[in-house]
C-alpha cells in the first residue's frame, strides 16, 4: 500500500482562547462517540487493553481517562477546529443570556 496521507497545512492557525472550552467539549464529545462505537462492537472495560476478549481500558468517562489519551482527542478537536477555519468557515460562539 502506497497511502500517503496528505492533511492541509493547519499549522499557521492560531485558535482564539474563546475556543478552547469549545476544543475540550470537542475532545469529551470525540472520546464518547469512540466509546459509543466500542460498547456498539460488544467491548467493554477491562484494565488493560485485549482485542482477543474485547476488553478496552479506555472504556471510562473522559475526565477519568490519563491525560496522555485527552491529549490525543483534543489534538483531534484542535485539529478539526483549525481545518474549518482555514477552510474559510468562522466559528461565532452563542450570545450569552
Not at 470537542?26 to 462517540?33: G, K
Not at 481500558?57 to 484542535?78: C, F, H, I, N, Q
Not at 477546529?81 to 468562522?90: R, S, V
Amino acid at each position: 500500500m502506497d497511502y500517503v496521507p496528505n492533511p492541509l497545512d493547519t499549522s499557521s492557525v492560531r485558535l482564539p482562547d474563546e475556543l478552547a472550552a469549545l476544543t475540550e467539549r470537542l475532545a469529551e464529545n470525540t472520546h464518547d462517540l469512540w466509546a459509543v462505537r466500542k460498547l456498539a462492537d460488544g467491548w467493554t472495560y477491562g484494565p488493560s487493553t485485549d482485542v482477543t476478549t474485547k476488553k478496552h481500558s479506555d472504556l471510562v468517562p473522559y475526565a477519568e481517562l490519563p491525560e496522555g489519551k485527552k491529549a490525543y482527542d483534543r489534538d483531534t478537536a484542535m485539529g478539526t477546529l483549525k481545518l474549518i477555519l482555514t477552510l474559510g468557515y468562522t466559528i461565532v460562539p452563542p450570545k450569552v443570556g
